[in-house]
């Protein structure tokens, strides 16, 4: 690899772990969106059938974050675990605000080029071990995203829909770019 090419591949990882922290900060908005706009009474209404609550399923997001983290980069202080049958939604939103952070410092590591101590996405104890890279933030996403959509489909089937100016609003990109702290919006560095 020449010299430029080592430049150009050590800008593209610094990019990358940049957009990387800053999806990640969009993608948490999301859920606290959800979160502050959630009828109260949806919190711990039981679905029916062994469905989790829609408190179970937060506790579950940040939970599953955590552990991510604690196998991942344990090197971080790693928050503590919520439990599904006790927490508020103000509860939620504190550790969901902890655990997105520390996989903001996760990525920014994995995938920032600076030479952080995150080699592997170890996503649970079961699984392979993957090399960082994009796959790890879209996992990441995917299991996040997976778990907001369960969140809509209960709220509306337990008689308490969301309304359509917040469903519709957590795809407003540029509105979660700019209340995560990025005023250029999504591919802009700021």
């Known amino acids: 690899m020449t010299m430029r090419q080592h430049k150009v591949h050590t800008h593209l990882r610094t990019q990358l772990g940049r957009a990387a922290v800053q999806i990640f900060a969009a993608n948490d908005r999301m859920n606290h969106i959800l979160i502050e706009h959630l009828d109260p009474a949806a919190w711990r209404a039981k679905p029916p059938g062994k469905l989790r609550t829609i408190a ?25 675990q919520l439990h599904r049958a006790h927490c508020t939604p103000r509860q939620a939103r504190a550790g969901l605000a902890k655990s997105a952070a520390r996989c903001a410092e996760m ?17 649970d104890g079961w699984a392979s071990p993957w090399p960082v890279g994009p796959e790890m933030l879209c ?13 809509c489909m209960l709220a509306h089937q337990l008689g308490f829909p969301l309304p359509i100016r917040v ?19 999504p591919g802009y560095d700021s």
Do not use: D
């Open 56 to 80: 179970a399923i937060f506790t579950h997001m940040h939970n599953v974050r955590c552990k991510w983290v604690r196998l991942t980069a344990p090197h971080l202080k790693i928050p503590p």
């Open 107 to 123: 990525l920014a590591e994995a995938l920032g080029g600076c030479g952080g101590r995150v080699e592997k996405f170890r996503r």
């Open 139 to 151: 996992y990441m996403l995917s299991h996040e995203a997976h778990h907001r959509g369960q969140v």
């Open 167 to 185: 469903t519709s609003g957590i795809w407003n990109w540029e509105k979660l770019w700019k209340e995560c702290g990025s005023p250029g919006g």
